[in-house]
């Protein structure tokens, strides 16, 4: 157990519709990441979060966003999902934003969009 | 940008038997590297990291990799093969192009134990 959650573990929606899935860091972790799972692109980053401020953004559509709350949970809004957005969802944490510090990876929220 | 580069998406060993996967890095800077571990339906686990204090980094389960500059290379070993170490394996580099701190995978390489 890395110490990291996310739900909802799975989730299935229809076409053009919109989703959120929640990330908690572990305890006293400042910075939250999404990355995105799929079988066509392989693990890619998402965006990354430090104490409630964007820090960097990676190949993340415009249709997705994001946020890190005061409490330092962070939510990941999907809309007018297709079919190709369905992938395993992963948010990871770590202390502070140095390059050093290992990300510890949550279980995933698997995404399948019908 | 850091990148990271595995070969070889699939690599079967026999129980007992020496665990190499092979992960070569680019990077123009001195690079932050690691190895994580995906058990099936299961999220990624930290096997080990580089970070420039030593070049032989030891991990978890008997993992074990050597940054290797000369090569650009950052191979994972281990001596003997367990049943329990099927799983993925993803290399990655910590790459800052652009502010922040994201990490690069490589595409992973899938390890079956045979009996």
Not at chain 1, 54 to 70: C, D, H, M, V, Y
Request: overall charge negative; proline content about 3%; aromatic content about 12%.
């Amino acid at each position: 157990d890395s110490g990291v959650t996310q739900t909802p573990k799975h989730l299935i929606t229809a076409t053009g519709q919109r989703v959120t899935l929640r990330c908690s860091p572990r305890s006293g972790d400042l910075s939250v990441y999404w990355y995105q799972q799929s079988l066509d692109q392989g693990l890619q980053f998402l965006i990354q979060y430090y104490n409630g401020e964007e820090r960097a953004k990676g190949n993340i559509l415009e249709r997705f966003s994001a946020q890190q709350f005061p409490d330092l949970h962070s939510e990941l809004n999907l809309s007018s999902l297709e079919l190709g957005d369905s992938a395993l969802y992963f948010c990871a944490s770590s202390r502070t934003s140095e390059t050093y510090n290992e990300q510890f990876f949550g279980p995933g929220t698997r995404l399948t969009v019908l | 940008a850091q990148s990271v580069t595995q070969l070889g998406s699939h690599v079967s060993v026999s129980e007992g038997a020496l665990v190499l996967l092979r992960c070569n890095y680019s990077s123009s800077v001195p690079p932050y590297l690691f190895w994580y571990v995906q058990y099936p339906n299961q999220g990624l686990q930290l096997l080990l990291k580089y970070t420039s204090a030593a070049t032989l980094v030891k991990g978890i389960n008997g993992f074990e990799a050597e940054f290797k500059k000369s090569e650009t290379s950052f191979h994972l070993t281990k001596p003997s093969a367990h049943m329990s170490d099927a799983a993925e394996y993803f290399c990655a580099v910590s790459d800052q192009t652009g502010g922040g701190n994201k990490l690069t995978f490589g595409t992973g390489t899938q390890l079956k134990v045979e009996l």
